[in-house]
């Protein structure tokens, strides 16, 4: 009976079968997963982050685990954008689900000219906008930081494509409505949030930082208050759909975020813990919304 | 390369077989699949303490029995919880995952060196190129340990029909030392050594000596790491070994078991 409940949802244009997207960084290519279910049953794909040229990423320890949460300095490792059409995207865009790619680069032109080569792939649904990567050198985090920054970026990539262009904030900012206030009126057509949070851990033997860039991106459950209060926020502030993420594991966390405020969610973390969570969260969602006697666009916001 | 499962297995045995060393037994489909070198990632709690699975290698499978063997070391929270798991509890696992062990070629002389909990993968190994005895030879097995009680797998070698050499830090089980160095001296005994095949898995400081020697002598080895891991499946980037080449490779999909070659030890 639950099988009929509707969840579809459409996201400046971008048509999902249900609301369960899987976070950037947490899914590769799509390749990794396909052993524990059929991926065309997520909401979308978010590949995994893509700069212009091929990115080696940081040297290890990369990964370093903190109470419900795991503190991540991976670097944007990636192939590089031309590396990606010709080797993944072959793959990808024969999906029957939106593939949505991630971008990010060190300069405002980088953002344009990638998402320039991005557009002309069919099929492609949507790009989310890397604003927030706490985890390299140059561009990045420092974008997303401030809202003229953050507006610039979104205006080259407007500029640049007609695709539905999502941006993906961060949390280490102290006014994240201005943020996405500036990032709608330079042009984006949705908003993903949060990318990790800010953090370190110490090694007390070695008496340093684990990590070599000494900061790393904090992820996992730990992290969903955060995560769930800044979607509130933004909710507010608004009116574009809104992707929630952060230590989304059950589909309780997901109803949580849809009540304050999101349109779609996104698993990330979760998956290295439960590889079937974003099927167990959708399976859930229906159950809730059946039980319930609701739809899941009235449930969108409810809880202000 | 076998194609990993998400399951539940039922635990047949967890028992301590050395201070902090468990071996545990679980039945499982994949016992079918399963290589020597490849691991079984593991969920050891039901909360978020810890969060992440565990990498451990896999010490034996048995096609026909549908058993596959653990061996791991008590380290830290996760492994402590799995060691307090008892036979009828279940297991959330998945695999198996990793490129292992390539099996030697027709002819080659097989040598394994291990260390410490790093044995553990090794025995798998040992136990399959002994039935693939269409080379000849048993493999000839060093094996390392800190102390007398942590030495374990000698008897399990020993049923197949593998005389181990042993060695101790201090010297309480055989020879005093590291299977390094007695590794070396046997090397000395070979006119040619281009029909040997090197296996090792253990602390750094014994790969990097592997690698160096078998660099220096133009041997093939397979080196097993170690890493701290996120997914375990090529996913998340986060165990990443640098590359001889350039970049870096993914422990838990490129390896664990590596070409000597093929990466970089600091």
Not at chain 2, 54 to 62: F, G
Request: with cysteine; proline share 6%.
């Amino acid at each position: 009976m639950t099988d009929n409940t509707d969840l579809t949802v459409n996201i400046a244009g971008i048509k999902m079968q249900n609301p369960v997207m899987v976070a950037s960084g947490t899914f590769g290519f799509g390749n990794e997963y396909k052993n524990f279910y059929d991926i065309n049953k997520l909401g979308a794909l978010v590949t995994k982050g893509l700069t212009l040229m091929p990115k080696a990423g940081n040297p290890p320890p990369r990964i370093h685990e903190t109470p419900a949460g795991v503190l991540n300095s991976v670097g944007l490792e990636n192939p590089g954008v031309e590396q990606f059409i010709a080797k993944e995207w072959p793959c990808l865009s024969k999906l029957k689900i939106p593939v949505i790619a991630n971008i990010s680069g060190d300069t405002v032109e980088d953002y344009y000219k990638i998402a320039k080569q991005l557009s002309t792939l069919e099929n492609l649904a949507a790009l989310e906008v890397n604003i927030s990567c706490p985890n390299v050198e140059k561009g990045g985090l420092a974008f997303g930081q401030e809202p003229e920054s953050a507006s610039e970026v979104i205006k080259a990539v407007r500029e640049a494509t007609r695709l539905p262009i999502i941006a993906k904030l961060s949390p280490n900012v102290s006014h994240i409505q201005k943020i996405a206030e500036a990032v709608v009126s330079a042009g984006a057509d949705a908003i993903s949030l949060i990318n990790t949070l800010l953090g370190m851990a110490i090694d007390i033997h070695s008496m340093g930082p684990v990590f070599c860039r000494k900061f790393a991106g904090l992820s996992g459950p730990a992290v969903k208050p955060v995560a769930l209060r800044m979607v509130w926020e933004v909710y507010e502030a608004v009116s574009v759909p809104i992707i929630g993420m952060g230590g989304i594991t059950t589909w309780q966390d997901a109803v949580e975020f849809i009540l304050a405020g999101a349109t779609a969610v996104a698993v990330g973390t979760a998956n290295f813990v439960n590889p079937i969570a974003p099927i167990e969260i959708i399976e859930g969602l229906k159950t809730y919304l059946y039980l319930k006697e609701t739809n899941l666009h009235d449930l969108i916001g409810a809880a202000h | 390369m076998s194609t990993p499962a998400a399951l539940f297995a039922n635990i047949t045995q967890n028992t301590q077989i050395a201070p902090d060393i468990y071996l545990m037994e679980i039945e499982a489909e994949i016992a079918e699949a399963a290589q020597p070198g490849q691991f079984l990632h593991i969920r050891c709690s039901d909360t978020f303490a810890p969060l992440l699975r565990r990498p451990i290698s896999i010490s034996d499978a048995d096609k026909k029995t549908g058993k596959v063997e653990i061996i791991y070391r008590v380290i830290g929270q996760g492994t402590h919880l799995l060691c307090q798991k008892r036979p009828g509890d279940r297991l959330d696992i998945i695999g198996p995952l990793g490129r292992g062990f390539p099996m030697p070629e027709e002819g080659k002389t097989s040598i394994i060196i291990g260390g410490g909990i790093g044995v553990a993968p090794l025995l798998y190994l040992a136990k399959q190129i002994a039935k693939d005895h269409k080379n000849g030879h048993l493999p000839l097995t060093f094996l390392g340990f800190a102390t007398k009680q942590e030495a374990f797998g000698i008897d399990f070698l020993s049923s197949l029909g593998i005389k181990a050499t042993i060695c101790t830090d201090d010297g309480t089980l055989g020879y005093k030392g590291f299977p390094t160095t007695l590794f070396k001296e046997h090397l000395n005994q070979y006119q040619d050594k281009s029909n040997l095949i090197i296996y090792a898995c253990g602390p750094k400081p014994l790969l990097s000596s592997i690698k160096d020697i078998a660099a220096g002598e133009h041997i093939t080895a397979y080196l097993s790491l170690e890493e701290r891991m996120a997914c375990g499946v090529g996913a998340c980037l986060g165990c990443s070994v640098k590359s001889s080449q350039a970049g870096y490779k993914k422990v838990c999909k490129d390896g664990p078991v590596f070409e000597a070659g093929e990466i970089e030890l600091e």
